[in-house]
């Protein structure tokens, strides 16, 4: 079944307390309060008479007192406090004002994960990134570099600093600018969301780099342009190989016909 991740604090010169990692859902107080999504204030008789599992922190409370913390979509937790000496030491003044806070300290919870994951995200994305094979060429909308990862870089023989320098389409060969020009202008007002294409950039030492091209365009929330990313390819070494391979083909083609004739 469904588990809850347990993590809470103990008074300063309160007995030990035998500490745990996970409750289950179905047969535990605080697990009905997650469930239901409803607060509760419950005495050490009513207690005994559902037979719920609290023997697992020790003796059964006098008091106890539980709040779900509930964002607006799901229920992610309960707020828990007990008595083991006071059967009054709660009232429904106190459930009143927890849950009166609880949303806030869901919401705060709710935004900590979020934001954990995102870096996490964040981390494992740039990893990718940094490692891979491929170029990776984050540009803006005025064709002015802002990210790239080292095999790039090494591909077109720029330390990074320079390339944030330099804007993406005077890297292309002259011949091709003029398709990028007309595919990037595509992509920036909506006519598509990505393309792919066969091109070819022009290293610092000048050096010709046939690659595969694949550029997409991040949008905002209104539509407008966030920023463009694109994978670079290095296929200089298959183009060459095909145009040998053509070659080579084409002078066997030519030395069959002057076998014909004779």
């Not at 409750?23 to 050490?44: C, H, K, W, Y």
């Not at 990037?184 to 006519?191: C, I, K, P």
Request: glycine share 4%; aromatic share 8%; with cysteine.
């Amino acid at each position: 079944g469904q588990t809850i991740h347990v993590q809470y604090r103990k008074d300063p010169g309160s007995r030990p307390l035998k500490y745990l990692q996970t409750l289950d859902m179905e047969t535990t107080i605080a697990g009905r309060v997650i469930r239901e999504s409803v607060p509760l204030l419950l005495e050490r008789t009513q207690l005994e008479k559902k037979r719920w599992d609290v023997k697992r922190f020790g003796p059964i409370p006098e008091s106890w007192m539980g709040v779900p913390l509930s964002t607006q979509e799901r229920t992610i937790g309960v707020i828990i406090a007990y008595s083991e000496t006071d059967y009054q030491a709660f009232s429904q003044e106190d459930v009143q004002l927890l849950t009166s806070v609880s949303s806030q300290v869901a919401f705060a919870i709710e935004r900590r994960y979020i934001l954990d994951k995102l870096h996490y995200r964040e981390a494992k994305y740039r990893s990718l990134v940094e490692t891979t094979t491929a170029g990776y060429w984050q540009m803006d909308v005025t064709d002015i570099t802002t990210d790239v990862n080292p095999a790039l870089c090494r591909m077109l023989g720029y330390d990074e600093p320079v390339l944030y320098d330099i804007s993406w389409i005077y890297l292309f060969h002259d011949q091709d600018v003029h398709e990028q020009r007309s595919a990037m202008s595509r992509l920036l007002n909506g006519t598509v969301d990505t393309y792919e294409m066969d091109t070819r950039l022009i290293s610092k030492g000048k050096k010709t780099i046939y690659c595969h091209l694949n550029v997409s365009c991040i949008r905002n929330e209104d539509g407008s342009v966030r920023y463009l990313i694109a994978s670079v390819l290095d296929i200089t070494d298959r183009r060459r190989a095909e145009e040998e391979k053509n070659k080579l083909s084409a002078q066997l083609l030519q030395v069959q016909k002057m076998e014909a004739i004779g």
